[in-house]
């Protein structure tokens, strides 16, 4: 079984029941996820063996964590536990016209504070072929960011392929840092998922004219990021999601992967949401999917588009998909029709 | 009060909340159903007497399972109580490109090993007027298929009319048995109600070229199945709904009506699907009572397309609308305004 | 901080989870509602000074209703406690073609049998700035009828300006009984918001040719009985919603506004219905924030028809939005995307 | 099949989850009860044909009191549908020193208008052997007393026994009054049940000197109450269940039955409570069944008794225990086992 | 009205269902609360007017803990909002010999980071004639026993009465800081509440021999204790609840109040507990109750034994017991039978 | 890390919530347990490596029992998937004099119709210390007592220690037939857990005069058994729970431990229960975990009885202590104080 490491933040995610506002709420859904936390889910629902990697307190709050991970059979071995809390993030899912809303409570979390001394890259990394991140963990704190190229380093000597999304949150850190941080992490990727915004936010990567507000999509512009980012700083893939938000609940989804030679654009998804945080991690998964087991680009990015459609029909962060059901859809069944 | 008599399955469904994945579920919603009670409770919140005939244990599970159907007022005085167990079956609620799931465990149940000496056919017709089946029931075992028959005999007898719905499970039996089993059973068959896929399976009638995964329809593949089914076995009536799956959340719904001479298709119905669990049989239900109330063949195909497109709005498997719903709605009222 | 005033019954609001149907509920969703008591709810959360006039009985199930409106900040202060009985109105949510429905029980409840000398007006309207009521109020019996005379002449002595929501109730009274009660108001209303239906039960005013049950809207006959309103009976300003129902879950929302000189429309929402009691009664407090705060007309219904919008994606009868979502929506964001 | 007639109100209960306060709840335990109605499910629960009769609102909320009570078999073919309201009554669980509360909203329900005209007693009574109800049921109006006298006097007309228990409810009536009705209806009934408080609110007969509120029980009391009753209204048997009040969450639980001749005590029972409303209720049933089945006095008084312990620990009024459940704990295993 | 003043932390509350363990719950319950908010409500709800004062992050999770306030009544207005999160506490009910377990998450706070600049304390106090504070609140960080020590000094400049729970918490300050801090607050505090630990662990004051885990209590070791509170810090009153855990499911609860001269003991009860975090709140609230309203030192000690009795039989951090329902016990009913 | 191996069944556990009995069930709580399985989870919650072996469906319903166990850190790699179904068993809670309920529904299970091939023992021993099943195991048909008799075979010649829980279940088979293939598996057992009755009915061994329904224990009788089962089966040590049924709420547990020279005797806990299924399971559990770490017989009883007294305090049927928390209560700290 081929094997996968992600490293990143691990939360509780507190939401209230249905489409309740925070205000209305007595009781809070208390799930866990975490944009790597998500991706080796997804990898474990899909037959790989995926190793997560973070920091987590002591307390029984943080072993709900572990234990919400290796529900899935994510291997937790390397999980290192200390420090003062568990972040958090409270979601209220939106409806039609009522966007979603995030609030995160994660300062001061034992991954925010971890050094570089928690964690062996060596035994971490051990029988791995592929090592996930995204632009998240960096953000988090100074540590962390050495401890992200501290592992791209390690992974690049073991010959381990990087994906990385890029994922910037203006929350988490400015711009101008991200850029610092991140061009340092650059020459150890392989692979970067980064939609427009990611690009421009991060790398001043501007495409033409697409109006993301509006829920237009202009593939010219999705081209000429995609090309500038592997030309600048020569990732050999680089891929996005295609959202279209025509509301809170009914979205338009696809995806392209861009090879440094050829552009593959997958179907198009009329999708009815029923939960869409996760959906670009559930992306990142399908796609490390794929390479790993040497899809064609055109394969693969359908089997990843597939793979996060069926993600926003699914509640929580992870995406509880086997390959066999991403499949069916990628080859064209999605009449919804009962299967039994 | 006209009087209905349904024989059948009554299963344990077991679903989780809302779209939870079945790994996801702490809780499973418990309710009851089964293609030939469905019809009952349909028919009894008609205002008809429905008297359901099946076996059940006599545990306090059997109990509950009495209890749902005694609850919608259905006649359940000729319930066998004995055996083993009582069947289940597990659903899975799908959204957008997610299918539904159903997964059974109904071998050995009650019903599956009953005997033809448990039901008194002449007590149980008493004062009847329509005997309704479904293909499920003589699938269950070679015991149920002979209680079918025998049952079929002396409805006949009896001047009872007999509706079928054909209702071909590929889990339960082949094809060929499927035929050889049902085919003894057509002469006593007044109306038979009959996708183009359960007519391909079951009798190998197909109609040209209807795309099923596609969710596109063919009105005249259709006619053409309902043309053969009268031909060869001498329905007096064919019934068949035409479901259009754009997705697990939303459906086009309409039927067709066949009564040997005309063909009458209803209205069409874009429908946002609840649950679509027991739309078959709300529409056998709505074709009965109508049939049994001596409705034209165009208000028929229109009061029974109705009750079906209305269950899809309805948790569970039965289909809890009053005559007088179903007529506004066939009457052409889907504005869905509130009503006070 | 501008006070409001508004004067209404407050009910319990009993509905089965979900999509239920009364029959299957074992549980009910309380919570509490009524036409004045949803504007003074929204307004406190628009950040004014909402303050609910009504009588609720002594007991707990009184205080709890006092108690969800203090949740929100509304000045609960000259609540009259006493009485018999809180009203309670049952609703069982719709779905696609199957209507929401509303069971009233509000007869004989403290405020509908409150006598004027139970309400201090001069100590209620102390420094506000406006009064509203709707008429279902006045329709409550005939001793709420005078209170509310009472407190129109009082809220003109005080130069306060009110607004009055048409809201015919067949279940109430009569066309008569109505036409009666309601134009000994008028004299005293600034702003009527009334929608077709309730300007023909009511007033007789016909519009040319809208088809409500067929959800299409008729741009010139609104005109038409906005001009007829503002004409014979002397308001300021008259305002209407214009909903088209495609079905119980899907709805066209949109509004306009009249001042006598010009009509102004709002732009147009495809609602994805999450609940929609109580859209009327946010379109109101819209309405009255932005005249509040001397919003342009176009401004004004902009805001009214968007914070209604937002109000049909929020469970229960209460709006719960702020202002700058509000706004947000209206300056043209409608995207859904994720705030975070 | 025995056939027992019950006659009286059916609620709508609503109860907090758990022991939450009136104040905090946001949802409502929806079931059904009352005096009458409770005897009639536990009896049909015994195997018996119990037939409620009532009215009851023809609106969903009727219908579905009527299915409460069809679910467990009872024979609602003799319920009246018609009038304005069903009855409610809020329910807050008490625990240790906090004790439970109860909130009755049941004035102007469709029972309590009803008239003599509503009820054919002849048809009601058709091969019935006994006949029961409370005095709750003369509490709720005029009409209703009437209509209790009329159906006693049938009762003694065709033969058919009557029990009646006391149960005194000062909120519906006077002591002045409710003597006054309820000794026109003592000629006629055979069987009283009644505690102390009952006979000394209702009859002025007091016992020497038991302390309610301090939980002690007074055998000798009970005794001249039971033989005062006997004495001076002519009953051929008294009942009583003896409840020494610990706390809300702990009770003592006995009976006494007195047959003119002899005192028959049960054993006592330390009940841990789930939900204690209805225990009187069952407590008849009790009584009832084992009357009818013609149990020794001891064994009539110990299977009520423990038909009503084994209500204390069932959610609900309804006392949902099958015959073989209380012979064994009448026979004296209660050590609560878990039965496989 | 009389006006109370508190001062200190309001957390959000994140407790499993029932008497899940941590790892179990897939849903928390969400409830807020801490020591002296606790109190506020248990005022307010004694129909007193109580003005509570802390820090909350301007976001939805801050708002939805003012509105758990206001909701009871409790003047919010002197709430400042800012800073960066709202602490939480996570909360496991125990059972029998399992032990409730608390994790606390509530460093970083917004109150807790707040500064004396923060607070009017002139403007707060305006009208107050009792102010109120615990332990934990020096013990949050540096800035707020500062705040706290302005306060204390303002109260005494206006003749506000100052009550103390001593309340020490070890996760949050070393005994050694606790003295210190605490020893500059003594001089201005008027009552003190305190229990041996507390009294051990902040001033060393040590009881003879009493054996906390063992569940005896010592009434001579805590007069000890109480005389030399008084006589070396001069309070004018110390008051200390007295707590024998049997278990987590049962306790023994009663009260002592010391005025300087005598010693007044409460009655004990046998509680059988729902939840009994906040039953120290409860009790200091029932004696600033009595105490404010000049009850004699025994019946004010009963007051506060009782009201803090009721409150282990209600769900959450708050005590919503009205003054009838505490005199009610206090004064002997504890039998907790049905009040209708 | 010391290796447990565990073999039998795992099944669903269906549950309606807190004390509703099954007919008032709309939903079930899904959890999933078995003698052996629970043991697993508990010695993995110790700390050990505890592998289950079993054999489950390929469907989502098996993949969620392989979850429930990996949430817990238990090794599920030699799971075996393939066979029919999953068995179910269904569980009501009872209270007081009310009996819990349990129905099971596991004939034709995956495990059930198991053949001796299905399981490679020299793979799944691999480094294991100790091997635990239970007498429901063997019972379940005869390919399953093979494969136990094989794999007791081969942990013998491993030198794996074998513990053996005698769990009579008379619907699984006759007293016969347990007898029969239970002494071929005797002379493999180190350890035999058994209590009067189980060793009565499989080995006719008696004890004096032990009253189980009545809740007496007598020590003498259950130390007679204790020699009698060494003697004749050459147990190296025997252990036993001694429970005392006081009701269904309330129960007095302790044990008993034979090493075949002196008998061991635990404390005795008054228990007042969440949940009662799996105790004895707890109990295996924690005789396992102190024996594999050398605890003295006093100390290694001890630790058992105190670990399954707090497993009457868990929801489900498996015990979530760590060994601190077990550790805490057998040292004597049985207050249930908060643990902060």
């Given at each position: 079984?081929k094997t996968v490491v992600t490293f990143g933040?691990?939360?509780?995610?507190?939401?209230?029941?249905?489409?309740?506002?925070?205000?209305?709420?007595?009781?809070?859904?208390?799930?866990?996820?975490?944009?790597e936390?998500?991706v080796a889910?997804?990898l474990?629902?899909?037959?790989l063996d995926a190793r997560f990697v973070?920091?987590?307190?002591?307390?029984?709050?943080?072993?709900?964590?572990?234990?919400?991970?290796?529900?899935?059979?994510?291997?937790?071995?390397n999980?290192?536990?200390?420090?003062?809390?568990?972040?958090?993030?409270?979601?209220?899912?939106?409806?039609?016209?009522?966007?979603?809303?995030?609030?995160?409570?994660?300062?001061?979390?034992?991954?925010?504070?971890?050094?570089?001394?928690?964690f062996?890259w060596d035994?971490i990394f051990k029988d791995a072929e592929w090592f996930h991140f995204t632009?998240?963990t960096?953000?988090?704190?100074?540590?962390?960011?050495?401890i992200c190229l501290e592992a791209c380093k390690k992974a690049m000597e073991k010959g381990i392929k990087v994906s990385f999304d890029?994922?910037?949150?203006?929350?988490?850190?400015?711009?101008?840092?991200?850029?610092?941080?991140?061009?340092?992490l650059?020459?150890y990727i392989d692979v970067c998922?980064?939609?427009?915004?990611?690009?421009?936010?991060?790398?001043?990567?501007?495409?033409?004219?697409?109006?993301?507000?509006?829920?237009?999509?202009?593939?010219?512009?999705?081209?000429?990021?995609?090309?500038?980012?592997?030309?600048?700083?020569?990732?050999?893939?680089?891929?996005?999601?295609?959202?279209?938000?025509?509301?809170?609940?009914?979205?338009?989804?696809?995806?392209?992967?861009?090879?440094?030679?050829?552009?593959?654009?997958?179907?198009?998804?009329?999708?009815?949401?029923?939960?869409?945080?996760?959906?670009?991690?559930?992306?990142g998964?399908?796609?490390i999917?794929?390479q790993l087991?040497?899809?064609?680009?055109?394969?693969?990015?359908?089997?990843?588009?597939?793979?996060?459609?069926?993600?926003?029909?699914?509640?929580?962060?992870?995406?509880?998909?086997?390959?066999?059901?991403?499949?069916?859809?990628?080859?064209?069944?999605?009449?919804?029709?009962?299967?039994?």
């Amino acid at each position: 079984m081929k094997t996968v490491v992600t490293f990143g933040e691990l939360m509780l995610r507190l939401a209230p029941n249905g489409y309740l506002r925070f205000v209305q709420a007595d009781s809070l859904e208390a799930t866990y996820g975490g944009g790597e936390a998500n991706v080796a889910v997804s990898l474990s629902n899909f037959g790989l063996d995926a190793r997560f990697v973070t920091k987590l307190p002591t307390n029984e709050i943080g072993q709900a964590a572990v234990n919400s991970l290796r529900k899935y059979g994510v291997d937790t071995s390397n999980v290192v536990r200390g420090g003062a809390r568990l972040g958090v993030y409270y979601l209220e899912k939106g409806a039609s016209q009522r966007p979603s809303k995030v609030i995160y409570d994660r300062a001061y979390s034992s991954i925010a504070l971890a050094e570089p001394k928690d964690f062996d890259w060596d035994k971490i990394f051990k029988d791995a072929e592929w090592f996930h991140f995204t632009g998240i963990t960096p953000a988090l704190g100074g540590g962390v960011a050495d401890i992200c190229l501290e592992a791209c380093k390690k992974a690049m000597e073991k010959g381990i392929k990087v994906s990385f999304d890029l994922n910037y949150r203006k929350n988490l850190w400015s711009t101008e840092k991200a850029q610092e941080v991140i061009t340092k992490l650059t020459p150890y990727i392989d692979v970067c998922i980064a939609n427009e915004e990611d690009a421009e936010q991060v790398f001043g990567i501007k495409a033409g004219n697409t109006d993301v507000a509006g829920g237009k999509i202009n593939h010219e512009g999705y081209k000429e990021v995609a090309e500038k980012l592997v030309r600048q700083y020569g990732f050999k893939m680089t891929a996005t999601t295609l959202r279209e938000s025509i509301s809170a609940s009914d979205n338009n989804w696809s995806a392209m992967l861009y090879d440094g030679k050829e552009f593959y654009f997958s179907k198009k998804y009329n999708v009815h949401i029923v939960d869409r945080v996760g959906g670009g991690d559930s992306f990142g998964a399908g796609l490390i999917y794929s390479q790993l087991n040497s899809y064609t680009p055109q394969a693969s990015i359908e089997f990843a588009a597939a793979a996060s459609c069926l993600k926003h029909t699914i509640e929580g962060d992870f995406n509880l998909m086997s390959v066999a059901e991403v499949k069916a859809l990628a080859a064209g069944d999605s009449s919804g029709r009962v299967q039994r």
